[in-house]
């Protein structure tokens, strides 16, 4: 698979990827299950709600068992009273987590880049750096390769690009090692260096 390699000295420069990663066939099912498992592994469990046991009531019986003509009623703790405990509540620990192979995250990532190299949408760059970690500086340099919102991908991610991606909106800036789902379905546009295409070739054989 041939992508596009931004050289200023040759605008038909082209950058030749390996097929395992750029050439693969494109399984919706398989990228979706990807990117929920992703975000699903994100949250945290910040609710938390209280049962029959927990609520502040009494236990004395709301009126006699017979007689009344209303249903049968022992504490204002139920969960059919306004009021009353929750059947199965929420709680702080709960686990979101989902588990995705190691096989099926890597064929998933080879997917999402080969649909994203068949769009024309991944552009590949020998370096990516800043003299000085200015936000200005870094929109600049996006907008000079041609890029509105771009995802980019580096071998290591060194000061100078954290500081300056952060106020960014549509730029974002990750290591290699840190690509995900998530990221490369978001961002209209992949910009990838050298030397990441060569570490994601490594993680995802």
Sequence with gaps: MDLKLIDSQDTSATFSAPDALFG???????????????????RKGTRAQKDRGEVRHSTRKPWRQKGTGRARAGMTSSPLWRGGG???????????SQKVNRKMYRAGMAAILSQLAREDR????????L????????????KSLGFEG????????????????????????IAARNANPLALVRHPSVLLTRKAVATLEEMLK
């Design 24 to 42: 693969r066939e494109f399984n919706e099912a398989l990228v979706h299950q990807l990117v929920v498992a992703y975000q699903a592994n994100a």
């Design 86 to 96: 929750r059947i199965f509540p929420n709680t702080p620990d709960e686990n979101f």
């Design 122 to 129: 991944i552009r590949v760059v020998d370096d990516f750096t």
């Design 131 to 142: 003299e000085a970690p200015k936000t200005r500086l870094l929109a600049q340099k996006v």
């Design 150 to 173: 771009v995802l980019v991908i580096t071998d290591e991610v060194d000061q100078n690009l954290w500081l300056s991606c952060r106020n960014l909106i549509n730029v974002e800036v």
